[in-house]
């Protein structure tokens, strides 16, 4: 086997990366093998370094057993935890309350965006319990977000309403009797790095009942809050045709990458690249060619069929091509390696954010007031470096896949309402009871070094819906699936069992689309993995049971960030069974460890579920939805 082939099943990236090398270009991978081996205190999580008699580490095997302060293995490896997951907290909040300033400015008409689903805005004060009738959108909107911000100052007891109008009432229930539910994003964020200072919280249940809590501030501080915001402003997103991988660069095209997570910047991007087409042949280029890296690539692709092409491990080798003019990236998930990646091309790295500099890039400050300029500004930047290309260096692969993104919950139901318009849902759950599919699994989160990329994503996916079960995804994982050709309708014909197959031919053809439904369904970015969390609770609701007895799991099989931790807490904290491909930093707590995969189940209904080999995970999954489909009497 080839070095590439051990590190990569995506075609794309095992060309690129003899011309890394070739190039004299470092990537993450050289990076990975210079880091072996990781030091294993770290890897338990047995590591603190949360004061300064510190770092203590707790020896596994032997003595010492207790930090200086006296901080046990427990203490230590639940406290890392809670750090972790409040790092995910914080970025989604901070995305959302980034947008939620953004429809409040345009609403009161301030910057250049436009609210432009005002079904969606409506949809959203409805649950949100907002008088609608007889307000124009601005007054509407400007309601909204100060609701929004007012989770954000919210200094009551009372928990946020983003959480009670959107989360399932048994849930509120279970969660307030916990004494879980958060108040307001930025005080639990608070509370959770001032519970894990020294000297602190020691009681690793009360440290994860804290997790819990941040999970629960994620998914409804972060992420429901920044997808309502975000289809507000510039659309819910409908299915539409497009393409992944590194073939989707366009080597007679100036080539623009947008990278990063919010869309405020992005969607601008995609406005001007179109506007700037003439001054683009006036280079001499055929025209100018927008594709994504990871999140904010998703939202663009899911509004607008902007093709992807590539998730996280891949943001090099991007560059690596030689036909990258532009990278622009916004926040998270960013290698700091990038600019010196680009240093060795032509291409300009544009970072815009006050908070995500990296030096030998430019720095365009973005503002919402100014977004026209600065996205013109970056766009002309990108022009200006296609005429520095050197076409020695540009070797495009030719390896992309065609797909299908745009499944926002909208766009299920409208292509179920094909089938049934009365009552949309009643044909999933009918093909549910009867057994044409056996459950519902969305697999979520990153590509990371440790684990062959996109592998344990494909993978684990081909085996489930093989056996009829139906794949929703978001994030990296949805960028593995596409480019492994499973966002089309053929898929649905290779891939799926028999009765999957027969649903989604079914739906698909009702639907007007030609075709089935592919078997993986792209649900957007990792902030809408609230959509896969409004699906889930609209199924229990219609059952009329809890989420947790739904025959429904979740996975991130190849997690990196501290995102996908805070995320998959939130799917734990729903009663969601959730598979993790890539073993946290927690094994050096039996106790951790216990908590997280088995006793959580008790007071929650959902637990994680560890386990590195694809198989193996879609073997287990299947059992969890099999017990939970016997546990229905199906
Ligand atoms: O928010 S899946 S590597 S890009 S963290 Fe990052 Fe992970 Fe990709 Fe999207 Ni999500
Ligand atoms: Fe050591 Fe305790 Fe300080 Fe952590 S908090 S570094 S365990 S003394």
Redesign the pocket.
Known sequence: MKKWEKVTIDPAARQLLPKAQADGVETVWDRYEAQQPQCGFGQLGLCCRNCVQGPCRINPFGEPQKGICGATADVIVARNLVRSVAGGAA?HADHAYDAVEALYLAAAGEIPYEIKDEVKLAAVAGKLGVQTEGKEKGQLAREVAELAFGDFANHTRAPMRWLTATAPAERVEIWEKLGILPRNPDREIREAIHQTTMGMDADPVNLLLAAAKLGLTDGYGGLHLATDIQDILFGTPMPVETEANMGVLKEDHVNIVVHG?VPLLSEKVVEWAKKLEDEARAAGAAGIQVSG???TG?EVLMRHGVPAAG??LSQELAIVTGAVDAMVVDV??IMPSLANVAACYHTKIVTTMPIVKLPGADHVPFTLATADNDAEKIVRIALEAYRRRDPAKVAIPQVKSKMWGGFSVEAIVGALKAVNDEDPLKPLVDNIANGNILGAVAT????NVKVVQDRTHVELVKALIKENVLVVT????A?ALAKAGLMTPEAAINYAGPGLRAVLTAVGEAAGLGGPLPPVLHMG???DNSRVADLVSALAAYLMVPVKDLPVAASAPE???E??LS?GTWAVALGIFTHLGVVPPVLGSAQVVKLLTADLEGLVGGKFYVETDPHKAAEGIITHLKDQRRKLGL
């Not at 979520?444 to 590509?447: L, M, P, S």
Request: glycine share 8%.
């Open positions: 970025s997570h890296i990871c999140c998703n998730n996280y998270q998930c979520v989160g990153c590509n978001t994030g990296c994982s960028h970015s990792c902030v997690l990196q960030h995102k996908a995320i």
